[in-house]
């Protein structure tokens, strides 16, 4: 069992920054990539980000790439979302996830555990 929770999230205008957190405990995380994902009103819950077992190998959206960077310390068992030049597109709630392997580029079918999400709110 791996329990993840996450915070950081808030209000902030466009063109500001954000860094969520993802706390993980329970199994051994260091063991799997780690995802993250986010759900806007409405809408499917979609694939932002993911990082491997080591932190070797990044993936991200193309909605956000050049603008979130993902990252962990194993060691604290944290993973990180730095999200900058935000855009009211990118408002939802974020949810960190695990893998269920040490690298994937697949959907959420391939991850086990959620956090509960932390709500990011972008004004225009």
């Known amino acids: 069992q791996l329990h993840l929770v996450e915070s950081g999230g808030g209000l902030v205008q466009a063109g500001d920054s954000l860094r969520l957190s993802c706390a993980a405990s329970?199994?051994?995380?260091?063991?799997?990539?780690m995802g993250w994902f986010r759900q806007a009103p409405g809408k499917e819950r979609e694939f932002v980000a993911v990082?491997?077992?080591?932190?070797?190998?990044?993936y991200y959206a193309d909605s956000v790439k050049g603008r979130f960077t993902i990252s962990r310390d194993n060691a604290k068992n944290m993973v990180y979302l730095q999200m900058n030049s935000l855009k009211p597109a990118d408002t939802a709630v974020y949810y960190c996830?695990?893998?269920?392997?040490?690298?994937?580029?697949?959907?959420?079918?391939?991850?086990?555990?959620w956090g509960q999400g932390t709500q990011v709110t972008v004004s225009s």
């Open positions: 996830a695990s893998a269920i392997t040490g690298w994937t580029q697949g959907g959420e079918g391939l991850y086990k555990y």
């Open positions: 329970g199994r051994t995380f260091s063991s799997y990539a």
């Open positions: 990082i491997s077992w080591s932190g070797g190998s990044t």
